[in-house]
């Protein structure tokens, strides 16, 4: 018997109600610590204010913000204020996946303070969010907006993600100086990705020519994952390693090129979701090629 569409309606609603008091209570939180913050350091009190404490929700705190990070003599921050608070007010989904990025750096990242310091100055957020409007923007045709934003999210956070390029929501950028996302890549939920970590093609083919990244994923410093291949749910790539075909779900590789910990036939797998977890080195005691 197909579903009741009252009933379904009813539970997005439901959804939707929740989701808005999540966002409205994490906001509550952010100006917590941002009043907090101003009280201990007088020196930052009018810049958190501004930024934070002046605003009455974290769509138009965040819109300001980038506004003021991103613009430059001609891509004014008036513009870039609209577009962004624009964007947010009328696709949800950016406001959520925004509030699941910054719960991914407050709980995976040790060096994360408090939700207001990822907000202000996690640049690996900021361009996640940043990059999602130019891919909104890309989505609605307006490709030149769309390239001009990317150019500069690249020159002020050292982050090229192509507008095209799909991510999901609970990111990580950690510390994300040097990250390229090519224009077919995808990039599922719960991935957390270090610094120098490239998702590119392979030469001048077109098409369909760069990575897709299960849900779960971890993606060490220095990793290399070129062409349309697939990095499994809840798999791992190790720091520096170049992965040039699909890495199984929950195994982990390693190495230049990289190989599967457990040998091919048989990969080691593990249980915990390590885009989570943040476990880059448990495979060592495992790997009997490691030797110094």
Known sequence: MPDDPNH???????????????EASLWAEIKAEARQDAESEPALASYLYSTILSH??????????????????????????????????????????????????????????????????????????????SHLLWSHRRRPLALALHSRVADVFSVDIHP???LGSGILFDHATGVVIGETAVVGNNVSILHHVTLGGTGKVGGDRHPKIGDGVLIGAGATILGNVRIGEGAKVGAGSVVLIDVPPRTTAVGNPARLVGGKEKPARHEDVPGESMDHTSFIAEWSDYII
């Open 164 to 166: 095209a390029a799909r």
């Open 8 to 22: 379904q309606h009813h539970n997005q609603e439901e959804e939707e109600e929740e989701e808005a008091e999540a």
């Open 56 to 133: 009455p929700s974290l769509a138009r705190s965040l819109s300001f913000h980038l506004a003021n990070k991103l613009s430059s003599s001609t891509l004014l921050s008036t513009l870039l204020y609209d577009l962004f608070l624009n964007s947010f007010t009328s696709n949800p989904l950016l406001l959520s996946s925004a509030a699941a990025d910054l719960r991914a750096a407050r709980h995976r990242d040790p060096a994360c303070s408090s939700f207001s310091h990822c907000l202000l100055n996690y640049k690996g957020f900021l361009a996640c969010q940043a990059h999602r409007l």
